[in-house]
């Protein structure tokens, strides 16, 4: 039972255009959902997180929306760079346990 | 700041050899650290939770017998792979996060292949 989803394995996107990435969710009891970036062989870096009792959240180049009725979450790159290709994670947790459930992952690549 | 390693890198050793993975929280305390593994093109699959002082929390699944984890300090979380074998090759990266916090802080991973 995969309870975080990622639809798209893979995106490409021309340099300098939004990248969009897809994230669903079946828990309801998730109450926080963050990104993470993630090259081959390396761990995880945070990218931006966001709380249930929002629906938008703001830093930089990123934002992610939340959209709590739909089970969906959406991360924007606007523009997008070179340098953001990697494999995208989205993840889902809550306050009681803290464990997070990842998403299966999307693979970016933007294109110079 | 949050700056978490994990040490070795990569290790390679033979079937039925124990393996241990240590993972460090260079600047803050953690009071609870993670253990993940993740395969090739797969998603990362949570192992274990270990609190300070206390046992660690297996996912179901996971045998504990066989992935040993000790979370002696506020810094400090091993995993020791016990009698591994080449199905327990994989990527193994632990997290840890402090206080009340949701953010997770990665290691950057240890590469273990068993021939």
């Known amino acids: 039972d995969q309870q975080v989803k990622q639809n798209s394995p893979s995106l490409s996107v021309q340099e300098g255009r939004i990248s969009i990435l897809n994230c669903d969710y079946t828990?309801?009891?998730?109450?926080?959902f963050l990104w993470y970036k993630k090259y081959p062989a390396e761990g995880p870096t945070f990218l931006i997180s966001?709380?249930?009792?929002?629906d938008k959240n703001e830093d930089g180049r990123f934002t992610v929306f939340l959209n709590k009725s739909a089970k969906h979450l959406s991360l924007h790159i606007v523009p997008s760079q070179p340098g953001d290709s990697a494999v995208y994670f989205c993840?889902?947790?809550?306050?009681?346990?803290?464990?997070?459930?990842f998403g299966t992952g999307t693979r970016l690549k933007v294109l110079a | 700041g949050a700056v978490v390693s994990q040490h070795p890198s990569r290790v390679i050793c033979k079937s039925g050899t124990s393996v241990k993975i240590e993972c460090r929280s260079l600047?803050?305390?953690?009071?609870?650290m993670f253990w993940y593994r993740q395969f090739p093109k797969k998603s990362l699959m949570l192992m274990a939770t270990?609190?300070?002082?206390?046992?660690?929390?297996?996912e179901q699944g996971v045998e504990k017998d066989k992935f040993l984890i000790n979370h002696a300090s506020l810094t400090l979380s091993t995993l020791t792979v016990t009698s591994a074998h080449p199905e327990d090759s994989s990527f193994y990266i632990c997290?840890?996060?402090?206080?009340?916090?949701?953010?997770?802080?990665f290691g950057p991973g240890t590469r273990l292949t068993v021939t």
């Open positions: 966001i709380s249930s009792i929002k």
């Open positions: 993840a889902a947790t809550n306050s009681g346990t803290y464990k997070y459930i």
């Open positions: 997290s840890a996060r402090s206080g009340r916090a949701y953010e997770q802080y």
């Open positions: 270990s609190n300070e002082g206390s046992k660690a929390t297996y």
């Open positions: 600047d803050f305390q953690a009071t609870t």
């Open positions: 828990n309801s009891m998730f109450d926080y």
